[in-house]
């Protein structure tokens, strides 16, 4: 069975600061892919970025960047230069290749502060 | 990617009744999710919908209580039988597609409330 923990409930930064959500996955595939989504107070759930874990690069889109640390099952998110419109839950999620199905985290809810 | 739209976007409900959400796609796509969101909660798959198969559901779900439709390849339908608080949550819609195959986006969500 596939498992995602996000150790981090809560996180509070203020606006223009750099702030790093946890997650930490199990699987025992060798195969997956790896998301952050957003949500927002509205509810859409965002895709913010994705990993392939056969890539060792690490994925950036814009201000967001990962931290994909295979060994380790470890896959951290850093927003960079945050801003107020970055308030919401953030969700860590796991596919298999193949699968489908989406294993998600508990969720950090993340406050940018003015 | 794909615009999707759910129906309602809230509802509140009397237990013992039923509600059907319907989740409809701009694009034909192949698959198609439901996830529950309890009240502060993760995400949770309810099943899988391709079109012109019967659904299939995880652990835990049974097609008599969250019977699914899925007529086309832009359209489906989630029904929650005879509601009881407990089923409160957002339920949301997802797809599978972009460039690499596997991403999956999400409708809007409807959130029920049942008392």
């Known amino acids: 069975a596939q498992t995602v923990t996000q150790s981090q409930p809560e996180m509070s930064v203020q606006e223009a600061e750099t702030v790093t959500l946890s997650c930490t996955y199990d699987?025992?595939?060798?195969?997956?892919?790896l998301f952050w989504y957003k949500q927002p107070p509205s509810r859409q759930m965002i895709l913010v970025i994705r990993?392939?874990?056969?890539?060792?690069q690490n994925a950036t889109e814009n201000r967001f960047s990962v931290n994909f640390q295979k060994a380790a099952k470890s896959f951290s998110l850093k927003i960079s230069d945050s801003q107020l419109g970055d308030t919401a839950m953030y969700f860590c999620?796991?596919?298999?290749?193949?699968?489908?199905?989406?294993?998600f985290g508990q969720g950090t809810r993340l406050t940018i502060n003015p | 990617s794909a615009v999707i739209s759910q129906k309602p976007s809230r509802d509140i409900c009397q237990r013992g009744t039923s509600l059907t959400i319907q989740c409809q796609v701009d694009?034909?796509?192949?698959?198609m999710f439901w996830y529950r969101q309890q009240p502060g909660q993760s995400l949770t798959l309810i099943a899988t919908?391709?079109?012109?198969?019967?659904?299939?559901?995880e652990s835990g779900f049974v097609i008599d209580k969250f019977p699914i439709s899925r007529p086309n390849l832009t359209f489906s339908t989630l029904t929650v039988s005879n509601m009881s608080p407990e089923d409160s949550s957002i339920y949301l819609c997802?797809?599978?597609?972009?460039?690499?195959?596997?991403?999956?986006?999400f409708g809007p969500g409807t959130r029920l409330t049942v008392t």
């Open positions: 997802s797809v599978e597609e972009g460039q690499s195959g596997y991403e999956q986006y």
């Open positions: 699987t025992s595939e060798s195969n997956y892919y």
């Open positions: 990993q392939e874990a056969y890539k060792q």
């Open positions: 999620a796991l596919q298999i290749q193949g699968a489908q199905k989406l294993v």
């Open positions: 694009s034909q796509v192949t698959m």
């Open positions: 919908a391709n079109q012109g198969s019967e659904a299939t559901y």
